[in-house]
């Protein structure tokens, strides 16, 4: 079914809108909690029975008993390697456990959690057909708009602050620390009235927005190798001294004797030439990126125009990149692969998320050998 904001003037882009015509005023518009962004491209599963926490609980690397109806949180399924399979956003309404995931993701993940029903009494459905999720910041009218048409469930991202048993690797004032962003649930049907209740905004003003926030996002930012260490998901996503789950010893073995073999950073761009980098630019140390010969250090997971910082991107960088080394970042279309010719570079400054020492927190000594 195709979105109702689609059909608002100025929309480009589908499945939803990238924006209106104005990305920049649109994000100003979303900071400041009076617009709303389409997200109904995105998947909704609920699940219910009895059994539905402790048994999401036993599965998943976030602390789910107890978990209040009407509070929020996010947990991930991990592989057996630790490595992210899928970001899940969750709220219990008392009875029935709403699962918000990302686009593309709804479908395995019901699968998945179909295949490990056991006994266990617990109903899974992916609804993602007849209901859809809107966002917005609080501060502003859009939220006060779209509670009034009374959402099926609201899930307030829990990202401004470490969750009980995560911890932070980022040091200092945390860039997430205001962040208030809010997913309300809609019955598809009611999705025409909520496109009128505020002002939209499209997917580029959310993207600028969570990229100044250091907020990760599995669809953008997550590849098939990567962990919650490289991201600070521990953050909002992990509680360290849960019982057993599938990727546990990976996410133990890291944080407490190892490091994360990569890195979540913030790039600030050169704007000199008003250019972005693409998604999997490549990222080389400055000096190095028109040099075809050159090794990579890093990529860009995604890039926007912000409306106050102007040219900024998150890059995964190896572990062993200095945090205060000038990078640059390869530009053109071919700017993922490493054979194309090099058609230009953006210069850019780090601005650190995960810190090179992050995890090892337990500084067990070494022993002497004979």
Not at 196 to 207: H, S
Not at 223 to 251: M, N
Not at 341 to 364: H, S, Y
Request: with cysteine; charged share 20%; aromatic share 6%.
């Amino acid at each position: 079914m195709s979105s109702p904001f689609l059909t608002l003037p100025g929309a480009v882009g589908e499945p939803v809108a990238l924006h209106y015509g104005s990305p920049v005023a649109e994000q100003r518009a979303l900071d400041a909690g009076n617009a709303v962004v389409d997200l109904s491209h995105r998947g909704i599963i609920t699940v219910g029975g009895v059994d539905r926490l402790s048994w999401l609980n036993s599965m998943t690397s976030q602390q789910l008993l107890g978990l209040a109806p009407g509070v929020a949180t996010e947990t991930l399924l991990l592989d057996p390697n630790g490595r992210i399979q899928h970001a899940i956003r969750v709220v219990d309404d008392g009875e029935t456990a709403w699962l918000l995931v990302d686009e593309d993701s709804a479908e395995s993940l019901a699968t998945y959690l179909n295949r490990m029903r056991f006994a266990l009494r617990v109903v899974v459905e992916d609804v993602s057909e007849r209901f859809a999720a809107v966002l917005a910041f609080e501060g502003g009218s859009a939220t006060t708009a779209l509670r009034a048409l009374e959402p099926v469930v609201e899930w307030a991202d829990p990202w401004a602050e470490v969750a009980r048993g995560g911890t932070q690797y980022a040091h200092g004032e945390h860039a997430g620390a205001d962040w208030s962003a809010v997913q309300f649930v809609f019955p598809a049907a009611a999705l025409a009235a909520v496109s009128r209740a505020a002002a939209p905004a499209g997917l580029m003003a959310l993207d600028a927005l969570e990229i100044r926030a250091w907020r990760p996002s599995r669809a953008a930012d997550v590849d098939d190798r990567a962990i919650p260490h490289e991201f600070d998901w521990l953050r909002s996503a992990v509680h360290l001294t849960k019982g057993c789950y599938r990727g546990q010893e990976t996410v133990a073995k890291v944080h407490n004797l190892g490091h994360p073999p990569r890195r979540l950073v913030l790039l600030h761009l050169d704007g000199s030439e008003g250019e972005l980098p693409i998604a999997g630019a490549l990222v080389f140390r400055e000096g190095e990126a028109a040099d075809p010969d050159a090794r990579p250090v890093g990529r860009i997971t995604r890039a926007a125009l912000h409306h106050e910082w102007g040219g900024i991107a998150l890059a995964l960088l190896k572990r062993s990149v200095p945090g205060d080394l000038t990078l640059a970042v390869r530009s053109g279309s071919a700017a993922a692969d490493p054979q194309a010719p090099v058609a230009g570079a953006i210069a850019a400054a780090q601005e650190m998320i995960v810190p090179t020492d992050a995890g090892a927190t337990r500084n067990i000594p070494k022993l002497k050998r004979l």
